[in-house]
């Protein structure tokens, strides 16, 4: 289903699956830029921000014509949460969403090398917790299935049972709006039928 070579500047796994679940075929070449937060910055500017980088750093590394960058995050109250530091930042991570509902926040961003254009995107679903036991934190926490994911969790893992509801986009949880990227690679000339 791809016209043009395809890049995926990410080495989540999830992402991947998403993007093979919808027929498109890709390589992958993980980003490297610094995610910290910049002082004052906002969430949706912090995730297209490392969308757009990952996809630039990515795109002058590796032949392809279309990059695609991706960040999720989530957002408990005002703080942002990514991947915990170790177990204990997991486990702080996992106390604060408890009972909670927050909103995971994935920027992407498609590059076009051959055009130098970018479509940018953020997509934000709602997501309610279960109050959780902290026999329950301890052992998810004791997995180490917390440390690579946004805010400590992964729904599509053994997390699934913790939450409640969705309001919005499932994908988006996993880590990347699938129907939202595929339209734009499709709008983007990056797609064709096959």
Request: proline share 4%.
């Amino acid at each position: 289903m791809s016209n043009n070579t395809i890049v995926l500047a990410s080495a989540s796994p999830r992402r991947s699956e998403l993007l093979e679940s919808a027929g498109i075929i890709f390589t992958v070449f993980p980003g490297d830029i610094d995610e910290t937060p910049y002082a004052g910055e906002e969430p949706v500017a912090h995730v297209l921000r490392l969308a757009e980088g990952k996809a630039s750093e990515v795109s002058k590394r590796v032949a392809g014509r279309f990059f695609i960058g991706a960040d999720t995050i989530v957002l408990a109250g005002k703080e942002i949460m990514g991947k915990p530091r170790d177990n204990a930042d997991a486990v702080r991570m996992l106390r604060k969403l408890s009972g909670q509902v927050h909103q995971v926040i994935t920027g992407f961003a498609v590059l076009d090398r051959e055009t130098g254009r970018v479509v940018s995107k953020s997509i934000s679903t709602d997501v309610t917790f279960k109050v959780l036991e902290d026999e329950e934190i301890s052992v998810y926490v004791a997995t180490g299935c917390p440390l690579d994911k946004a805010g400590a969790y992964a729904i599509q893992g053994g997390a699934a049972y913790m939450v409640e509801r969705i309001d919005g986009s499932y994908t988006n949880v996993v880590g990347l709006p699938l129907c939202e990227v595929v339209e734009t690679l499709r709008k983007m000339g990056a797609l064709c039928k096959s």
